[in-house]
């Protein structure tokens, strides 16, 4: 019942980062559960575009992607969720931007593997 807050967060800008968003334009729809993996420096991050994680509220159906020092990416693969089975690979050729990834405009599309779980980790 308390009024509605908005925060900011004032702590120092350092690193570099990839805001990353996702798009279908055959199914003219949302891409929520697009499951993004930026390969970087020899780690891998992933995360999922899910702007439900919590309760009544949501959030920009972006990834936000922290790469530490690294200034380079190798690439961003992509597994759509309406088909889980192949990976679609993009090519990125700046850091600290907002970019946005479009089905069908990647570089190549391969089969997905079958890790035994997606290992994540941080620069």
């Not at 334009?25 to 993996?37: D, E, K, L």
């Not at 899910?50 to 690439?75: A, C, D, N, Q």
């Amino acid at each position: 019942g308390a009024p509605a807050r908005i925060y900011r967060n004032d702590a120092a800008r350092v690193g570099h980062w990839l805001c990353i968003a996702t798009s279908d334009p055959v199914r003219q729809r949302s891409t929520i559960g697009a499951r993004v993996t930026v390969n970087c420096d020899g780690y891998r991050v992933s995360a999922e575009i899910l702007p439900h994680t919590s309760y009544l509220s949501s959030h920009e159906p972006i990834v936000h992607v922290g790469l530490g020092t690294s200034s380079t990416v190798t690439s961003i693969d992509v597994v759509w969720p309406h088909d889980p089975m192949a990976v679609e690979e993009f090519a990125v050729t700046h850091v600290d931007q907002r970019i946005e990834l479009v089905r069908g405009q990647g570089i190549r599309i391969r089969a997905k593997r079958h890790d035994a779980g997606d290992r994540k980790s941080t620069p």
